[in-house]
């Protein structure tokens, strides 16, 4: 079996008691996404919002960008979530256009900042502030 990727284009995201995606607009439970995440250890606390192209917002210190991927079958991650075995295969859905940014307490240079509409000069997260920020 060949790796799919199936893609769904998201147009907007909304804080929400209910997640789905519908007519691109992605709808996520900060409440239940927060009880999942609060079950690491490693986690102290966790807050959700949302911040879209042009919207006078800065976001800092940047940890970390991904583009939300899931995958529909198999064990999700090798090694990660379930057995380790050769990765490349399956179905995974991809949120395009839409990111998650992870910041935390600043701990070094390492960070960065996004900024949503003013002039950027921090080349490296430059193209990050056309996506949709969760």
Known sequence: MELELR????????LSDTT????GILSVDTEELGMLLMEDDRIED????VAKPGDSV?????KDVVEPRCKIDGDGF????GEIYEAGRGTTC?????AVVTTGPIVGFQEGIIDMSGPYTFVRLRLYRKLLEL
Do not use: M, S, T
């Open 7 to 14: 893609y769904n284009y998201v147009k907007d995201i909304v």
């Open 20 to 23: 789905k995606i519908e007519n």
């Open 46 to 49: 966790v807050g959700f919002d």
């Open 58 to 62: 800065r976001i800092l210190p940047v």
């Open 78 to 81: 090798p090694g990660l979530v």
């Open 94 to 98: 991809v949120l395009k256009n839409a």
